[in-house]
């Protein structure tokens, strides 16, 4: 069903709606694209992200930071109409084998809290503690009182991944994703599951925003997303945000008593986080590229197979990855995908090991996070390379030991030189495990 309420259009998309009998001028408001050197659909402010050509010898200005959703200028007239809706019926009820353990409803009461209370806060729950889980309650004490519920993600492959459980978790809501190849774009929900870049098409939309991986690319390198977040929501509107690796500047925010939060140290089967280890593996990156295979690497893959353990192999670059994996098909006749974030079968691939195929996979940092592998190992190859930093060390950590059958792993960093983001990830994680043990929240492991 279209939806227009809450949503902002160009002119010629608005003309399109009202030609379709979707739309008429007397629902929206209508503000000039650009007025006093601010952007009025990206909120940007910045002079060096606009620029001015003539035309019919008239100056107009258009902003460069928001053209790729199409341009906003001193011409531009944009339509905004007013978030009017009404929730689907039941569509708060959760579904009947919803269960919280005790830390995520700490987690759970805590957001409820910031929801009533209209306010920002933030979830810090380590890899593997339900983060998705802790936010139903939430979700829908918001419904239930028909205030309109977003979920928004840095990445396109988390939203279709997390959409169908939000699906499961509420059969009687309308959820609608929304990414750059959705066919949903105009469709109504009670829910909204979406990539934050989408958000630029909504204006107040939102009584109750999520936030999730608030520390992932992009959202943490542009700053233009937490504007459109902040924009796509009603002034009253209450925000979660939610990490297992929160960034310097939000760490700093928590322990001023400047952002509210509630900090979960274990996972919900209460052991422990497995703690990294360290093995030097000297010019990895040079060796592979030559076809080489390097002693430590190939002593540990040679363990894995003994020991019938499957394993995610990391690796710095897309060409790294095909020349390791190049070189380990022929050095040591293994049957290994390579994922990475322009291979266009790389879900298949994933799909593929998740489902048991091959003991090994290799793959970039696309799945450092969102993926969960039960009973898994995962290896680090030159981890010393700077794309590497401490939130993406403890993320990559964290694809181990998630699973209650198979709550331990081995994590390992392959380097040529131990970075400070390795010891920082190690010390954070070391830390999250005191911190846990402190309130007598772990399990024994046997």
């Known amino acids: ?10 002119e010629l998309e608005f003309l399109r709606l009202k030609g379709q009998g979707l739309a008429s001028d007397q629902q929206a408001c209508i503000v000039r694209g650009i007025t006093d050197g601010t952007c009025n659909r990206c909120l940007n402010t910045e002079p060096d992200y606009f620029a001015t050509f003539s035309y019919k010898g008239k100056e107009i200005t258009y902003c460069r930071k928001c053209i ?38 700490r987690a759970s009461n805590f957001s409820k809290d910031i ?82 870049h989408q958000l630029i098409r909504f204006y107040e939309a939102f009584d109750f925003l999520i936030i ?21 929501c009603k002034p009253d509107a209450a925000t979660i945000y939610l990490s297992a690796t929160p960034s310097k500047d939000d760490q700093a925010k928590i322990k001023k008593g400047r952002l509210k939060s509630c900090i979960i140290p274990a996972r919900y089967h209460l052991f422990p986080l497995d703690v990294p280890k360290y093995k030097w593996c000297a010019d990895f990156y040079l060796k592979v590229i030559k076809g080489k295979m390097p002693q430590p690497a190939k002593a540990w893959i040679d363990r894995k197979i003994k020991e019938k353990r499957r394993a995610l192999l990391f690796v710095p670059t897309i060409d790294c990855g095909l020349n390791f994996q190049s070189t ?36 970039t940092m696309i799945l450092e996070r969102g993926v969960t592998i039960p009973n898994i190992d995962v290896a680090i190859f030159a981890a010393e390379h700077d794309v590497y930093g401490e ?35 190690k010390a954070q994680i070391m830390n999250m495990n005191k911190s846990a043990k402190q309130q007598g929240l772990l399990k024994e492991l046997s």
């Open 328 to 363: 380990l098909k022929k050095r040591m006749n293994l049957n290994i995908d390579f994922a990475y974030s322009s291979d266009p079968d790389r879900l298949d691939k994933v799909a593929r090991f998740k489902q048991g195929e091959h003991q090994f996979l290799i793959t």
């Open 68 to 105: 790729s959703f199409g341009m906003v200028s001193t011409e531009t007239k944009l339509y905004r109409v007013a978030a009017t809706y009404t929730i689907s019926p039941e569509a708060g009820k959760l579904s009947k084998d919803f269960q919280l353990s005790h830390l995520q409803e």
């Open 212 to 232: 999730d991986e608030v520390d992932a690319f992009p959202y943490t390198f542009d700053e233009m997303l937490a504007r459109i977040a902040e924009r796509a």
């Open 115 to 196: 929801l009533r209370n209209r306010q920002q806060g933030m979830i810090w729950a380590v890899c593997g503690a339900g983060k998705t889980e802790m936010m139903f309650e939430a979700i829908s004490e918001s419904l239930i009182n028909n205030k309109r519920v977003c979920w928004a993600i840095p990445r396109a492959d988390v939203v279709i991944d997390l959409a169908p459980r939000i699906k499961a978790t509420f059969p009687h809501a309308t959820v609608v994703t929304l990414h750059g190849n959705s066919d949903e774009k105009s469709d109504y929900g009670d829910i909204v599951v979406t990539t934050v």
């Open 1 to 10: 069903m279209a939806d227009i309420y809450g949503r902002e259009f160009l």
């Open 391 to 425: 939130s993406a060390f403890v993320q990559i950590s964290g694809r181990v030991g998630r699973n209650p059958k198979w709550p331990t792993g081995e994590i390992i960093f392959f380097h040529h030189g131990v970075t400070k983001a390795m010891d920082d990830a």
